[in-house]
């Protein structure tokens, strides 16, 4: 199983990006979607995260800003991320939760960079 993300950037102040996470491989379902966030010399962060069931949650820092989803048909799940500000540069990844024919795994993304700068 692998997951590839897409969609980072340079961004200015008060904009936009849309990241995409396509999960591909020997799968069976995938169960609770999420995306993650690292910056520098910072622990890892849960932003969003969205159930099978399409039940969302998200950190209070982005809240009102930034819109998890997925695509079951294309096993993809996307992040829309919109009045961007400069603490939410950080790589992004995105984790899965997939059902396979040797059990139940936990899945990560290679990560991709968000920065958010003037």
């Known amino acids: 199983v692998q997951l590839v993300e897409s969609g980072g950037g340079l961004v200015q102040p008060g904009g936009s990006l849309r990241l995409s996470c396509a999960a591909s491989?020997?799968?069976?379902?995938?169960?609770?979607m999420g995306w993650y966030r690292q910056a520098p010399g910072k622990q890892r962060e849960l932003v969003a995260s969205?159930?099978?069931?399409?039940?969302?949650n998200y950190a209070d820092s982005v809240k009102g800003r930034f819109t998890i989803s997925r695509d079951n048909a294309k096993n993809t799940v996307y992040l829309q991320m919109s009045s961007l500000k400069p603490e939410d540069t950080a790589t992004y990844y995105c984790?899965?939760?997939?059902?396979?024919?040797?059990?139940?795994?936990?899945?990560w993304g290679q990560g991709t960079q968000v920065t958010v700068s003037s």
């Open positions: 984790n899965a939760d997939i059902d396979t024919w040797i059990g139940t795994s936990d899945y």
């Open positions: 969205i159930t099978s069931g399409d039940t969302t």
């Open positions: 491989g020997s799968i069976l379902s995938i169960n609770a």
